[in-house]
């Protein structure tokens, strides 16, 4: 048998040459959440119930724009790529019902990112359960199977759906995510992980709707791993690996009093109901619940409001039958629709809507055994991902499983157990939240939540961190502590931080009135000095859109996280050194298929009177997306053992140490992505503790690689490049400056 294009061997990645890789990735893309036709983002409202009948083919992108954008993605120096796909892309027909034109689609797209010898690592992504539940991923079919309505959420507020809401533009930014705590998100994982234990009652085609929901997920992944095994040229060559499950939650599981909000619910914002509300008003009742913001210091309580359904329930009514008529399946007649599921179980009695069990799901109902999230982790969840798991498995039996435990949760303890899997990737999400939720970079203040959650501290107090050196610190701290929690838990494996970034659209989208990105490139800096202080084995950056503009964002939810849009810039190579004459036909090509030209003499007269690029800024200014952030050197293969790497913006100064068991050969030199723009070549200056190395030019992406060959042992590497001020190549002035400079002659040019 062949040698693995990739291999795993104990904490760290290995190519063919037995070369240490590191991943630099990206998350492709956020297009694949919502349906290609109809084209129905998540501000669309037209045709959003009519969920059979749609098509993901065509998302992310065209096989025609496919070129662009995985070309540009090279260029800017990413290996990785975690592709992103949807239950509801396979299934959204109905059970059984797999959607074979958009998995032909989806493997041709695959042969594409070949080309470009990207690892992908399949994502089969979810967010608060649904698309009809404010998210993405699960089919509206599961909703039904459930007993629930989707056309009942948005009075109940059982889930609060951007497609839904009276004004979509005027969705409140991040609300989404609290759909984790409202009636239908918590219901629908709870079913999924425990409908055994809790909803024994719920009976689908003589099964639980535990097993329903997880075997029809579980197929239907399986499906799609099969006929990229049957394709051929793609199992271990392009695709490496497959994540579990996107983000998991418990739902209810551990909750330990529904009628109150659980102390380590971290998140409030807009109404808050408890548990139990959720409930009542996915009933039909009406009851008064408390209203949160959210502030520089986390969620704060604003007031109370009532939310009155008036009799309009989020369930299936009892007349609703030819729901399952349509899809094919028999629900057990003691299972009765028209009534909320809780109920049936005695969880609370409609009757006079008074809670009798309010630790109904505090405990495993068998034995009594008390349930909180660590329990959670290590049963439920561990449960489902061993079938997952062994499923995949089945299909492609080389094939790196990652696995994703709840985030910010406690790792389950596999170390040393049957499931320490010597080919297994811990896959870990972290967002910097405060500059997440307020949308601002604050450069007073920030906050160790890991450390919060782990109880280091006394008090929340202790737990700021004050300054931009302290904030910076911080962020790296906690990756690095969530990097040995997983090899004490998880075990010697390699760490991934698959989901990771930055809002653009901070300050109310000042940036994209004023070109000015600098707030977003120190954030992005940020970022990127914890992930290389982490000791991880890489990344993939949340998120690259191909839709993206400074109008909706990310077209999902108003999230604003992808680091490309149509709106800005791209960052020109080497501050405008490899420039493209506006009358040759790589000028055109690049405009068709949406790629921004490059500043330099030959096009300068044309960017200068183009109504993008204003110096009065008549017209909203385009800037460069803190790109001088996040196309930066890095480590791609390593002949050795990598022991530390740092690019420090401020200076344009990377430095990398690592440790060489013998000479490098030939064909299997260390490898550094060297962004042209940091480091163009005749003004970058490499100093190296032995051996020699050399510059080179990717033909095909135009991306700048460092090679180099060193001898065995301790090993150094310095390289420096041009420095600029944070934020040079924004456009708040800085970028016509640019312009400017260039018709002086004071810009520098090959």
């Not at 797209?109 to 994502?123: E, H, P, S, T």
């Amino acid at each position: 048998m062949a040698s693995l294009r990739l291999h795993i061997d104990g904490r760290i990645f290995r190519d063919s040459h037995k070369r240490e890789v590191v991943m630099r990735g990206i998350n492709v893309a956020g297009d694949a959440k919502y349906p290609k036709s109809p084209d129905l983002p998540s501000f669309v409202p037209d045709k959003f119930f009519e969920a059979d009948d749609v098509s993901f083919v065509g998302r992310p992108f065209s096989l025609e724009d496919a070129h662009t954008h995985f070309r540009r993605l090279r260029k800017w120096g990413y290996n990785t790529i975690r592709y992103i796909f949807t239950w509801e892309a396979i299934e959204h027909a109905g059970p059984h019902i797999y959607d074979e034109e958009w998995i032909t689609f989806m493997i041709e797209v695959l042969r594409i990112a070949k080309q470009y010898g990207f690892y992908i690592f399949m994502d089969p992504h979810q967010d608060v359960w649904s698309r009809f539940s404010g998210g993405s991923g699960a089919p509206m079919w599961t909703l039904y199977a459930a007993g629930l309505n989707p056309k009942g959420f948005k009075k109940t507020e059982a889930a609060l759906v951007q497609n839904t809401y009276d004004i979509p533009a005027e969705f409140p930014k991040m609300i989404w995510s609290t759909n984790y705590t409202r009636m239908v998100c918590q219901t629908m994982f709870t079913l999924f992980w425990a409908g055994r234990d809790f909803a024994p009652k719920a009976i689908i085609d003589d099964m639980n709707i535990q097993d329903y929901l997880q075997s029809h997920y579980i197929a239907a992944c399986t499906h799609l791993a099969q006929r990229i095994h049957d394709a051929g040229g793609l199992e271990n060559e392009v695709v490496i690996g497959w994540e579990s499950l996107n983000e998991p939650n418990r739902g209810l599981i551990g909750l330990q009093d529904i009628s109150i909000v659980p102390p380590e619910q971290q998140l409030q914002l807009g109404t808050s109901p408890t548990a139990f509300q959720g409930m009542l008003t996915a009933a039909g009742r009406a009851c008064e619940e408390t209203t949160w913001g959210f502030g520089s210091f986390g969620p704060y309580q604003t007031g109370r409001e009532l939310v009155d359904p008036e009799g309009e329930i989020a369930w299936l009514l009892a007349g609703d039958t030819d729901i399952d008529t349509r899809y094919g399946w028999k629900r057990d007649s003691g299972w009765k629709l028209g009534e909320c599921l809780w109920a049936q179980h005695g969880v609370w009695e409609p009757s006079s809507d008074t809670l009798l069990q309010k630790d109904y799901f505090s405990k495993v109902p068998q034995t009594g055994k008390k349930l909180d999230y660590e329990i959670f982790t290590n049963t439920y969840f561990l449960h489902h991902y061993r079938a997952y798991r062994d499923a995949i498995r089945a299909v492609c039996p080389q094939t790196i499983m990652l696995c994703q435990p709840p985030v910010m949760e406690v790792p389950p303890d596999l170390k040393g157990t049957i499931d320490d899997d010597p080919n297994m990737v811990h896959a870990v999400h972290f967002y910097d939240g405060l500059t997440l939720m307020t949308k601002h970079w604050n450069r007073l203040y920030n906050v160790d939540v890991i450390g919060v959650l782990r109880g280091k501290y006394w008090a929340p107090a202790f737990a700021v961190k004050i300054g931009e050196t302290a904030i910076r610190n911080c962020l790296r701290d906690q990756l690095k502590f969530l990097r040995e929690e997983s090899l004490k838990y998880m075990g010697n494996h390699p760490l991934l931080f698959t989901e990771i970034g930055i809002p653009y659209d901070m300050d109310d989208k000042n940036a994209y009135k004023t070109g000015d990105y600098s707030s977003q490139t120190s954030a992005m800096d940020a970022n990127h000095y914890a992930l290389e202080g982490s000791t991880a084995n890489g990344f993939t950056l949340w998120v690259y859109e191909t839709e993206n503009n400074h109008e909706w964002g990310d077209f999902w939810n108003g999230e604003d996280l992808s680091i490309w849009s149509r709106d800005d810039h791209e960052l020109p190579s080497g501050g405008g050194i490899r420039s493209l004459d506006p009358n040759s036909p790589a000028y055109s090509e690049s405009h068709s298929s949406g790629e921004q030209p490059e500043v330099g003499p030959r096009n300068l007269k044309r960017a200068l009177t183009s109504p993008s690029i204003s110096s009065s800024f008549s017209q909203s200014p385009k800037g460069y997306r803190a790109a001088e952030a996040y196309l930066r050197p890095s480590p791609i293969y390593v002949s050795g053992r990598l022991d530390h790497h740092v690019f420090d913006l401020q200076n344009c100064t990377f430095t990398m140490s690592l440790t060489a068991e013998a000479a490098t050969s030939t064909e299997a030199p260390t490898e550094i992505y060297l962004p042209e723009f940091h480091f163009p070549e005749d003004q970058t200056d490499v100093a190296v503790s032995g051996g020699k190395w050399e510059l080179e030019i990717d033909e095909s992406t135009k991306g700048q690689r460092l090679l180099w060959w060193h001898a065995e042992g301790e090993q150094d590497i310095k390289i420096e490049g041009v420095k600029r001020k944070v934020g040079e190549y924004s456009n708040s002035g800085e970028d016509v400056t640019y312009l400017e400079q260039c018709q002086r002659g004071q810009c520098v040019m090959m």
